[in-house]
């Protein structure tokens, strides 16, 4: 390393002493978040009829390697069917405190009915606020837990703090409108 | 009030306002670097507390004070506590001696705490006691980090010390007197020591980052290597008054640059002509040539990586020494030989030599940075075969 290297390193450091810093200042400006992005998950319909995707099987607990998901069957009501099989599932819980987002549940499941999504503001004091219930995973549900609670405290719609390179979310999660 | 009584109480006001100053600065400083840092990476730095983080410093003292205050165990209670207080005692009687205006432009008084006729030298020697301040402070820890840290930054002190002092040989046999105001009427007489004595100043520049322990010599700080060097055991205001004696210092060696082959707190004669009396304004050449030195020392720490210990020592011995000794002689050759020639030649001749390092910087290296030969078979590898 002669003297005419070093004195090129210091041109470059004191020219971006003059460029736009490329730092988010995230909580007021929202993240962007590429299409591939692994957040909270999203349990979802099928767009037409309603009915959830989700069937009760388990593979995605089976597939988990942080044994964090939990999933309880039951029939399902010929009359008023919740799923388009036999049967659906009851409980479908996960433990946001284990998962890894490494998608194996998403990979596993065979009606596509668990993907992740792009929400990450998870944050939350009890450990059982972590535990996700079917009801704050469904499509339709905008926010986690924690930003849920806030906004209700608030009186205000739940802010999401980012927003989808592009615009668009994946085709996977049909039904789900970030704003 | 008798006279002297008088004089003792504008002193000490004078340093109590020199100390101040200086610690402000201190506070600033630390902001500012962030600040410069960080956009040197390309992200905004620090700007949480209050408009643009100008907060930020009172914020940092308030949790240094509270913040629970740790000794421990085997330290040494007295030392663990005085070595703080050594280091920047000494960081902050250093600055008084460097005048920062003509005589008599503060209000009636001379900008200055202290006139010594030895200025550079017991600047100098103050600065080095600062290294009592590093070495009992990792002796008195009583834990093995700092010990080794200690040594090893006071060795780099001591070091640097010796190119320090004998890159600034030439300066003195050139003015031919060792006070900060003769030194500043020489060169407004003369023009900026700079011109004269380029070699010594690139030396000087280098044994100063190395003196107040900036990247690329940072090692007391190595914390890859001994974990955070001789204030490894320190906490809260103890730590942070080690942290303050290292940018005092810091600020010091500015204004010693500064004063010493910048012209002091004279501006260029040239300004005279646009607004009469510009280059004899008190405080303000000084304080501009201080933060263009502090910038560069930010500027270099955004850039260059640390040393390694060996290459730290080798530059310092075999680079940094020899060549002040090489510029002191080239000096007095001068000086001695010089028959009716000027100074200017004195000045290309010292400027071919700063040229000649830095385009054979890279075969010069070799030279002292050879690495050391070991026998064929005393090679170890880690692991084994």
């Given amino acids: 390393m002669g003297v005419l290297e070093i004195a090129k390193g210091m041109g470059v450091t004191l020219g971006k002493l003059f460029q736009k810093p490329v730092t988010v200042s995230y909580p007021e400006q929202r993240a962007t978040l590429q299409p591939r992005f692994r957040g909270r998950h999203i349990l979802t319909r099928h767009p037409g009829t309603g009915l959830e995707k989700c069937i009760g099987c388990s593979l995605c607990a089976a597939a988990c390697p942080a044994y964090a998901i939990y999933v309880e069957a039951a029939e399902n009501d010929p009359a008023a069917p919740v799923s388009p099989g036999e049967r659906y599932a009851k409980v479908y819980e996960i433990n946001m405190l284990r998962c890894i987002f490494c998608g194996m549940c998403e990979e596993?499941?065979?009606?596509?009915?668990?993907?992740?999504?792009?929400?990450?503001?998870?944050?939350?004091?009890r450990y059982r606020d972590f535990v996700y219930a079917k009801e704050d995973m469904l499509?339709?549900?905008?926010?986690?837990?924690?930003?849920?609670?806030?906004?209700?405290?608030?009186?205000?719609?739940?802010r999401l703090g980012f927003q989808l390179d592009g615009g668009q979310p994946r085709a996977e999660l049909e039904g789900v409108k970030y704003q | 009030m008798p006279d002297w009584l008088a004089t003792l109480l504008i002193s000490l006001l004078k340093a109590v306002l020199v100390v101040l100053g200086l610690l402000t600065t201190f506070a600033y400083m630390t902001l500012i670097e962030r600040r410069l840092l960080g956009r040197m990476q390309l992200r905004p730095g620090p700007n949480r507390v209050g408009p643009m983080g100008l907060l930020q410093p009172a914020a940092d003292a308030i949790k240094s004070i509270f913040k629970e205050d740790l000794t421990v165990t085997l330290a040494d209670k007295l030392v663990y506590t005085l070595a703080p207080i050594v280091a920047i005692g000494m960081a902050l009687t250093a600055f008084g001696g460097l005048p920062a205006g003509p005589a008599g432009s503060l209000f009636g008084e001379n900008p200055w705490v202290y006139n010594l006729d030895t200025g550079?030298?017991?600047?100098?020697?103050?600065?080095?006691?600062?290294?009592?301040?590093?070495?009992?402070?990792g002796w008195a820890s009583g834990s093995k980090y700092p010990i080794l840290g200690g040594l090893r930054s006071s060795a780099q002190m001591i070091s640097y010390e010796l190119g320090m002092g004998l890159s600034l040989l030439g300066l003195l046999m050139i003015v031919?007197?060792?006070?900060?105001?003769?030194?500043?009427g020489w060169q407004a007489q003369n023009g900026p020591m700079i011109l004269f004595q380029s070699l010594g100043f690139v030396l000087f520049l280098i044994s100063s980052f190395a003196e107040t322990n900036r990247t690329p010599f940072d090692l007391p700080e190595a914390e890859q290597e001994i974990v955070a060097g001789y204030l490894t055991e320190y906490s809260a205001i103890k730590w942070a008054l080690f942290q303050m004696a290292e940018y005092v210092n810091m600020i010091t060696a500015s204004a010693v640059m500064a004063t010493l082959f910048f012209g002091g707190w004279k501006g260029p004669q040239f300004l005279n002509a646009l607004i009469p009396g510009i280059s004899d304004w008190p405080l303000i050449w000084l304080i501009v040539k201080i933060a263009f030195f502090l910038?560069?020392?930010?500027?270099?720490?955004?850039?260059?990586?640390?040393?390694?210990?060996?290459q730290l020592m080798r530059f310092g011995w075999k680079l940094v020494l020899p060549l002040a000794l090489a510029n002191t002689m080239l000096t007095a050759a001068f000086l001695a030989f010089r028959g009716s020639g000027g100074l200017w030649f004195l000045g290309v001749l010292s400027f071919a030599g700063v040229l000649a390092l830095l385009v054979l910087s890279d075969r010069v290296r070799v030279l002292w940075n050879q690495p050391s030969v070991r026998p064929e078979g005393d090679i170890v590898r880690a692991g084994g075969d």
């Avoid at chain 2, 550079?120 to 402070?137: D, E």
């Avoid at chain 2, 031919?176 to 500043?184: E, M, P």
């Avoid at chain 2, 910038?295 to 210990?309: D, M, N, Q």
């Fill in chain 1, 108 to 125: 596993a499941c065979p009606t596509g009915a668990v993907v992740l999504g792009n929400e990450f503001e998870m944050a939350d004091y």
């Fill in chain 2, 120 to 137: 550079i030298l017991a600047l100098l020697a103050l600065t080095s006691m600062g290294v009592y301040g590093i070495f009992l402070g």
């Fill in chain 2, 295 to 310: 910038f560069l020392f930010i500027w270099v720490r955004a850039t260059l990586p640390r040393l390694r210990y060996d």
């Fill in chain 1, 139 to 158: 499509v339709g549900v905008t926010g986690s837990i924690p930003q849920r609670r806030e906004a209700t405290r608030l009186g205000k719609p739940v």
């Fill in chain 2, 176 to 184: 031919g007197t060792t006070s900060f105001h003769g030194i500043v």
